[in-house]
């Protein structure tokens, strides 16, 4: 995926602007799966470590994985 959107990106074109949105929207489908799959698959969590070990912060459940992908979510929507 990573080497698709670099060709996109990098590629001589005369409409360079869609490249960018198409390389967009592949990072985006990436990283946006990571907030809805646990409503996908039955059974799942968004904590791959050990159950009832949650990290908290200021009283609230925060998942690492979440905060990097919205980093990336966010990076992106701004890139964009």
Known sequence: MTATALW???RRSPEP????????????SFWTT???VNSLVPDSSLW??????EPHW????VYPNLV???VF????????
């Open 17 to 28: 602007l869609v490249a960018v949105k198409a390389a967009s929207l592949l990072a985006l």
């Open 48 to 53: 791959a470590g050990e159950p009832g070990h």
């Open 34 to 36: 990571l907030f809805y």
């Open 68 to 70: 990097v992908a919205g």
């Open 8 to 10: 996109l990106l990098w």
């Open 73 to 80: 979510v966010a990076m992106v929507i701004a890139a964009w």
């Open 58 to 61: 200021f009283g609230a459940i």
